[in-house]
């Protein structure tokens, strides 16, 4: 169980050392001036700051939203760690998606609680379509749900074919 805590922490240090690396080396992106590196014609490098939750919802609501999304993402975090300690030795899959899951969203956590917003960089974008900036945190997040998913269909799929 404890090396699946470990990934949590590898995870939140990568995280938070590449948001560090990221604003350091790019100036943040203002309206009417965003300096990027583009990496791929489809992938770019920016740097924003995020006060909202995913995509950007409630990035306005005048600072309340901070320590509700703190709140929330505390109690989400104390849940799958509650989860993953109950989780049984044989399930890794299992183990692994949460343990992804958490170290993205206290990453995320670290942001909120220290500065009020949640730094991206990564921006997918093709011609004028533009797929929400995201972070390491948040592609942990996604990939420790696509593996609960998995989970969950190769789960039931066993239990299906147990049953005849």
């Not at 509700?68 to 183990?95: G, H, N």
Request: charged residues 15%.
């Amino acid at each position: 169980m404890w090396r699946y805590f470990a990934i949590s922490g590898a995870v939140v240090l990568l995280d938070q050392a590449v948001k560090a690396y990221m604003s350091w080396l790019l100036p943040l992106c203002q309206p009417g001036r965003c300096p990027s590196i583009e990496v791929l014609p489809v992938f770019k490098l920016t740097l924003l700051h995020n006060s909202g939750a995913a995509f950007s919802f409630l990035h306005d609501a005048g600072g309340w939203q901070r320590w509700l999304l703190v709140f929330v993402s505390t109690t989400v975090s104390a849940v799958v760690a509650i989860w993953l300690v109950r989780v049984s030795r044989t399930e890794r899959l299992l183990s692994l998606a949460l343990a992804l899951i958490l170290g993205g969203a206290l990453g995320n956590l670290v942001d909120r609680a220290i500065t009020g917003y949640v730094v991206d960089f990564l921006v997918v974008h093709y011609k004028e379509w533009y797929f929400p900036a995201f972070n390491v945190a948040d592609s942990s997040i996604s990939i420790g749900a696509a593996l609960l998913l998995l989970e969950m269909f190769l789960k039931s799929r066993a239990e299906r074919l147990a049953d005849g």
